[in-house]
């Protein structure tokens, strides 16, 4: 195998766990202070209404599109330029008393009628009511915690409780995260977003169950050593693994962000920073969360059994 780093390297990363606690925590204050103050920009799947994709034989202004519509009695739109050519837009209208559909019909409709028929070629049309927008939010919230919960629950399983606890902490930290990079770089959160979530939980845990094996190994054969000895010397012993396969994994996505069109702009971001986020979290955020419990668990186990070592002497 290609060592990309050497067998005999020691890097110290759990001494950089308070540099590392720092870091993390301003990230999770912006991200949760933009999503709760700022808020997510929902998509027609969540927040409901209509969208009509269009693209236009050549380039268009968006006041344009915007006139034109006006003037079939839409006031209140949203029109995104996507892609690089200037003629295609998105066009998002939100809900109103009538059904979605008529809605969206009619404004394709308007733009063929002002632009004509052969110059605007109608992509796609969507059309979401409230209950429905309503209802996928729930379930893709619940369907994110759920995941990140089931993740925390087999890393318990399959190891010690401390390092489900550490997983867990990392997965919500990193979902957080790239939430807030979403929502600070102004992406719409429709399905496509709560997949590449889901993906990220996915690929995140992947590292985070090879380092725990190490480190469940080195401590079965080094029970001497201190257990931030035993992370270290664990990470550093997967360290190449991790360069090779989650630098890979990041040059994968980052050509799917550059080269996969704007259409999956959203995916391919949120999996570039999660890829990112995953590795770091990794290192610097769980198993930091394991040695603690470590520290504050052991101590407490230790004071418990001389507390009751003299009362069994009195019996």
Do not use: C
């Amino acid at each position: 195998m290609l060592e990309i780093v050497p067998p005999n390297t020691r890097i110290d990363f759990l001494g950089w766990r308070r540099t590392a606690a720092i870091v993390s925590a301003t990230l999770l204050a912006a991200s949760l202070a933009l999503l709760f103050l700022r808020g997510p920009k929902l998509g027609i799947d969540f927040a409901g209404g209509s969208l009509v994709h269009a693209r236009f034989a050549t380039a268009k202004q968006a006041d344009e599109i915007r006139v034109a519509l006006a003037g079939g009695g839409f006031a209140d739109l949203d029109i995104q330029d996507f892609g690089s050519t200037g003629s295609e837009f998105l066009i998002r209208v939100p809900l109103t008393g009538t059904e979605n559909e008529a809605v969206s019909e009619r404004a394709a409709s308007i733009l063929r009628e002002s632009f004509g028929a052969d110059q605007v070629d109608i992509l796609r049309i969507e059309a979401v009511g409230p209950r429905v927008g309503e209802a996928l939010r729930g379930k893709a919230i619940a369907a994110l915690l759920l995941a990140t919960l089931m993740m925390g629950i087999y890393i318990w399983v399959r190891f010690e409780w401390r390092f489900g606890v550490g997983t867990a902490g990392a997965l919500l930290h990193d979902v957080i995260i790239v939430t807030g990079f979403l929502i600070a770089f102004g992406y719409e959160f429709d399905l496509n977003i709560v997949a590449s979530l889901l993906t990220v939980v996915g690929f995140s845990v992947n590292d985070k169950v090879v380092v725990s094996d190490r480190i469940r190994e080195s401590r079965r054969k080094d029970r001497r050593s201190p257990l931030a000895t035993v992370i270290n010397t664990s990470v550093n012993e997967t360290l190449s693994r991790t360069i090779l396969t989650n630098g890979l994994a990041f040059l994968a996505v980052l050509s799917l962000f550059v080269l996969g069109g704007s259409v999956i702009h959203g995916f391919a971001f949120a999996l570039v920073v999660g890829s990112l986020v995953g590795t770091y979290s990794t290192i610097f955020v769980a198993s930091p969360i394991v040695l603690f419990f470590e520290k504050a668990v052991a101590p407490a186990a230790e004071r418990g059994r001389a507390v009751s070592a003299p009362a069994a002497r009195r019996r």
